[in-house]
Structure formats: C-alpha cells, structure tokens
C-alpha cells in the first residue's frame, strides 16, 4: 500500500481518477443488486469494497470486470467509458476466489499464459514470467504443478498471472478467503508489498473486515446495493457515520437513548436519570433518538469509581481470554451489558477480575460517538 501520508489523491480537487463509476444502477428482474452508485477510484490505490453477503460488491466488481453491464449510469476506466467494452478488451484483470490455475500446466505456464495468448515473443515473454515469479518469491517453484505447491503459493501463481500482461486495474475477489487465518495474515501483507512495488491499482472485494482495514488506502462500506460509507480505514473505525458501519466495522458498544443536549459534546440520556457525553457523529437535534458508539478499548475498568463523567457500575458476566486481550462482559443493572477490552500485560493467573465482581467502567467524554439512531 502506498503510505497513505503522502497518497491521498481523493483530498486532491485536481486528481484524476481511474475509475468512475456514475449513477450505476444493477437490476436482476425486480431485484435490485446495485442501487445508484457512484464512486471513483484512483491510480495506485489499494481499495477495498466490503460488506455483508448479498451487500451488491460482487455485482459492482463484475460490472468493472465487464462480466455484467449495468440497467443504469456509467463507468469509465481510464476515460474510456466501457459501455459495450468486453472482458478482454479492458485493461483490467481479475482474480478469483477458486485462482481457476491450470492444473495440467506448471507454475511457469500458468504465468505464461495470457501472454502467450497474446502472441508476445518468446524472449519477451520468458523475462516476463520470470520478472513475476521473483515479484511472488516463487523462482524454486517454477517448474511445480499447482498441486505440488501449498495453497498460499497457488494464490502467489493466480496473482503473478493476474499481473503478467500488466493491467492498469486488478480486481480481487476474496483472493485470501482459502488460507487458514496465519496465512492469510502474512499474505496481507504481501499483497500490499507487491501492489506497491507495480504500482497497479488494485480493486479487492472482502466481508473481512479485519482484511479491508488492513490492506485498503480506502475501504467502501456496502449494504443492500448502496455504499454506506467510503473513507481510509482509521476514520472508517474512529468516525463511522452511522450506527451500522460502526456495528459491521470491529467491536463496538452500542448504547440507546435520546439526545438531552448538543453542546461541545452530546449529552444522551439512556436510562432512568442517567446520562452519557460522546462527541457528534452526525447532524443531531435536542431530544432526537440516537445511539452512543463506544469501543471496548477505550473503556477503563476499576474496582473504585473513577472520576471521569461518563462511568457505569455493573457486574463481570463473562470473560473472554485472547492471548494479548482479555474481554470482559459487563452486566449493568440498567440492561445492557458493556464490553471492555484490556490489554493482558501479566500472565493469566494474576488476573485482577474475575466472574461477579462488582466493578466499574469509564471512558472520557470524547471516546464514544453518538450517532442518530
């Protein structure tokens, strides 16, 4: 991924854009998969369109692939509208779930491939291939079949293949949803590795949101058809701008009520004679129905009751043990039951809470967001 320090051309009013997608409508009979999207895309991003099953990301990167054409709108790739422009007439590639390698041909043929199909000389081709097997670290595999190779490098061969006629836009469908969750980890960063070193702009669909935020210059939030939210990854998870991108993205608090007052913060009144501060995560209006959306990161616990304006008391229901995490579920006597997320920094036999304790949760005024509900 391109540091995102210096690569923000959707900031940039004079950027252009590789992708735009305009007004673009995708119906199948009477239901509608994509609902008037528009969208843009820039050269040498790594973006992320993410959702839910059924969300309409698959459709909308099918339609980019030129495998469905849309009922409504536009897209252009590259300025050239792509209305009518078949699959192998774009400058875009596409790699699938299943990596669809040729089981009969070996590391090296699988890469050769397309550009043997499109009649590129034999010494062009040659130090073409071999330029993608040093970009994947797969040289010693050359002359495997795909079943002779584990599954993370198969994955290494279909993007080699995707990449070796040089697209100016690789699309990624779910490319790491076979690897176990190690592998896929590691491979996130490869693919970041490798889309920074061609420069190619890499287009990736994922429900993983954990694999969104990780790989992604800016992650599209989709549900039902329509983008939700668009935005880099830390203002996606610190300023969601709505009750379901904070709820689908990570974990969160999710804590009801109705505005009291709009000031510096928002006062939510959420139970009888109780009252939370979070700042504003949208256009909000006294006495308007909203929802406090706190992470279990940002909250304190303690057995004594802490200073801090926004503090519950309640009792430990469950603790979940993660390594580097422990979760502690907190029962409140109002009803909800908060999560608290905090760091293990000793071993598990000195935990300082355990199941029924009476304890206290906090967190400042500026740590929640309280969004309309």
């Known amino acids: 991924m391109v540091n995102e320090t ?28 994509i609902d008037a999207i528009s969208l843009e ?38 300025g050239a509208d792509m209305a009518g422009v078949p699959p192998n007439k774009r400058a875009v590639n596409m790699m699938f779930q299943s990596y669809a390698l040729f089981p ?23 130090a073409r291939v071999e330029e993608m097997l040093k970009l994947v670290q797969l040289q010693k595999f050359a002359r495997r079949k795909p079943h002779q190779i584990s599954g993370g490098q198969r994955q290494r061969v279909a993007l080699a293949r995707a990449l070796a006629k040089g697209p100016k ?10 690897l176990d969750k190690k592998l896929r980890e590691e491979t996130q960063f490869e693919l970041m590795e490798i889309q920074e070193s ?32 668009v935005d880099t990854p830390d203002r996606i998870y610190e300023q969601p701008n709505s009750v379901y991108v904070a709820d689908f993205i990570g974990d969160v608090n999710l804590i009801e009520g109705r505005v009291r007052a709009v000031e510096e913060t928002v006062a939510l009144d959420w139970a009888e004679g109780r009252t939370l501060r979070g700042e504003a995560g949208g256009g909000l209006a006294e006495g308007q129905a909203a929802t406090l959306a706190i992470r279990p990161e940002k909250i304190a616990i303690a057995r004594e009751e802490p200073g801090e304006a926004n503090r519950v008391r309640g009792k430990i229901l469950d603790i979940g043990y993660l390594g580097n995490l422990s979760t502690y579920h907190v029962e409140l006597p109002e009803g909800p039951v908060i999560k608290c997320a905090v760091t293990n920094r000793s071993r598990l ?16 005024e500026t740590a929640g967001l309280v969004l309309p509900s």
């Not at 009969?104 to 040659?126: C, E, P, Y």
């Not at 420069?199 to 954990?210: C, L």
């Not at 036999?349 to 400042?364: H, I, K, N, P």
């Open 41 to 78: 895309v820039y050269p040498q991003e790594f973006f992320a369109l993410l959702g839910p099953s059924g969300c309409g990301k698959t459709t909308l990167m099918r339609m980019l692939a030129g495998f469905e054409a849309p009922s409504d709108g536009r897209i252009t790739i590259d």
């Open 6 to 33: 210096s690569f923000a051309p959707w900031d940039n009013p004079e950027a252009t854009p590789l992708i735009r997608v305009e007004g673009v409508s995708k119906r199948f009979g009477e239901f509608t998969a």
């Open 198 to 229: 061609t420069g190619t702009t890499f287009v990736i669909v994922t429900h993983d949101q954990e694999e969104a935020m990780t790989v992604a210059s800016r992650v599209a939030v989709m549900n039902e058809g329509r983008l939700v939210q």
């Open 104 to 126: 009969h041909l070996s590391v090296w043929d699988n890469i050769a491939f397309g550009l043997k199909r499109d009649g590129v000389g034999k010494d062009a081709l040659a």
């Open 349 to 364: 036999a000195r935990r300082d809470y355990s199941w029924e304790d009476e304890v206290w949760l906090s967190w400042s």
């Open 169 to 178: 836009l690789l699309l990624l469908d779910e490319p790491l949803g076979a």
